[in-house]
């Protein structure tokens, strides 16, 4: 019994220097993958982020949806494709779309963190005009599917500041009140830009980039902003690893501290990443 509580006093202790460093910071989480839909891994990913706000740090939390979404478009049978990874949204998607994203998904998520002992509020793009979105396309072939124009951050400032954890769900809207279904990563990069968070952590179904995709030990730990264009030319970065590096070099180079790339199948990888000396997957940096 001393044993295992000296063990736990020892990894408080470890985790002090990176809980002091976090204080008062903002860490952007963009949330997706298996983490979304593995009930025991959505517990521990809602855990570590009530423990990282009640040790002061300031967590805002960007999530995705597409496997609901996915089913609720079978079952109206509403057909759905891709054209490089993005989902072509026409104007029945674009309904599903805000309905899952906006409401089931996200509301979802605000009830695990308010269960786990924290107080979550949750945002589409449209509360506060907090993500003023324009086409990706203007051809017309990818229909809504938007991209980040401008981030209106002071919604976000407020809810941070009355001590509540935002839950933001990417949809955005233009001028002419049109709604656009925007990729969750590109989202999470812009807004962590625009608040000057200190972290962007990304949460996916791989190790991190990896320079041999089939071998996991092939973990490339840091990749510099620098060796983006040599290791995309190789193929070393590519298929849904590309938008993905693409946002954490348009964070960092927007002032962002630093940005992780990371397993979500891995328990606790939150926590993992930000409170001990070795840390998980991959941390673009700028350089």
Known sequence: MIASAMEKAAVLVEALPYIKDFYGKKVVIKYGGAAMTDPDLQQKVM???????????????????????NRLLDRLNISSHFVDG??????????????????KVNKEIVAGLNANGGLAVGLSGKDGNLIEAGPVDYSGKMGFVGEVRRINSQI??????????????????????????????????????????????????????????????????????????????E??????????????????????????????????????????????????VNG
């Open 86 to 103: 993005l989902r072509v949204t026409d104007k029945a998607t674009m309904e599903v779309v805000e309905m899952v994203l906006g409401g």
């Open 235 to 284: 193929g070393v970065i590519a298929g849904g690893m590309t938008p993905k590096v693409r946002c954490c070099v348009e964070a960092v180079t927007g002032g962002v501290g630093r940005t992780h790339i990371i397993d979500g199948r891995i328990p606790h990888s939150i926590l993992l990443e930000i409170f001990t000396r070795e840390g998980i997957g991959t941390m673009v």
């Open 47 to 69: 855990q570590d982020i009530v423990l990282m706000h009640y040790v002061g740090m300031h967590p805002i939390v960007v999530h995705g949806g597409g496997p609901e979404i």
């Open 156 to 233: 976000i400032e407020t809810v941070i500041e009355n001590g509540y954890i935002p839950v933001i769900a990417p949809i955005g809207i233009d001028e002419q009140q049109q709604t656009y279904n925007i990729n969750a990563d590109m989202v999470a990069a812009g807004i962590a830009v625009n608040m000057q968070a200190d972290k962007l952590v990304l949460l996916t179904d791989v190790p991190g980039l990896l320079r041999n995709p089939d071998d996991p030990d092939s973990l490339i730990s840091v990749l510099k902003v620098s060796d983006v264009p040599k290791l995309t030319e």
